[in-house]
């Protein structure tokens, strides 16, 4: 079974950059497509976008230009980079699995989140 | 692409049966069968409860399902426990290899 885990530095000032790492176990990571999720207090969950198997990657509109994430196969990891990071980038950040290697299956491994603070 | 409506909060007594309404357009609910549904706890992970409409994954109870009637997605809570207490939300495909999640809904057992 996968297992999944965020982190990140936790707190950011407004105008950086911030990585959030997604460590994932038992060996799914490179047949799937990998989402990242947010919830900002109070708010509900907001779509950010996915990494392909092939390394492609595909962003909710609001996130073009201003995210991008990557893959390290060699730690099991994906990372999600945010630059220009204002206020309303605080939130919850899940890292979530797309069922049966497919783009638009629903997710059915998520982590636990990381709490990012801007 | 805006989010599919969710009622914001509902509730329910133990074993009372309750229904969580996710109504989108004729651009994402209304034209794809891949409606799914996940329970949020706080402090845990999300877990996914209703995958394409109204396919239950193993190990969720069948208290839980999945139906849709036009741009409308519903999931049907039954014989309500207090464990079910949490926010649920709603997520579409809406094509062009997007999704967009609802806005959510808060269930408090009585």
């Known amino acids: 079974q996968v297992h999944v885990q965020e982190s990140g530095p936790g707190l950011v000032r407004p105008s950086e950059t911030l990585t959030l790492k997604c460590s994932i176990s038992?060996?799914?990571?490179?047949?799937?497509?990998w989402s990242w999720v947010r919830q900002a207090p109070g708010r509900g969950l907001e779509w950010i976008g996915y990494l392909s198997p092939h390394d492609t990657v595909n962003f909710d509109a609001p996130m073009r230009g201003r995210a991008t994430m990557e893959r390290d196969t060699s730690n099991n990891e994906v990372s999600l980079t945010l630059s220009f990071v204002t206020v309303a980038d605080t939130a919850v950040y899940y890292c979530a699995r797309h069922a049966d290697g497919i783009n638009y299956a629903h997710l059915d491994a998520w982590g636990q989140g990381v709490l990012v603070t801007v | 692409q805006s989010a599919p409506t969710q009622p914001a909060s509902v509730s329910g007594s133990p074993g009372q049966s309750i229904s969580i309404s996710c109504t989108g357009t004729n651009s994402d609910v209304g034209t794809y069968n891949l409606v799914s549904w996940y329970q949020l706890h706080p402090g845990k992970a999300p877990k996914l409860m209703i995958y394409e409409v109204s396919k239950r994954p193993s190990g969720v109870s069948n208290r839980f399902s999945g139906s849709k009637s036009a741009n409308t997605a519903s999931l049907t809570i039954s014989r309500l426990q207090a464990e079910d207490e949490a926010e649920y939300y709603c997520c579409s495909y809406v094509g062009n290899s997007n999704v967009v999640f609802g806005g959510g809904t808060k269930l408090t057992v009585l």
């Open positions: 038992n060996g799914s990571l490179g047949r799937s497509y």
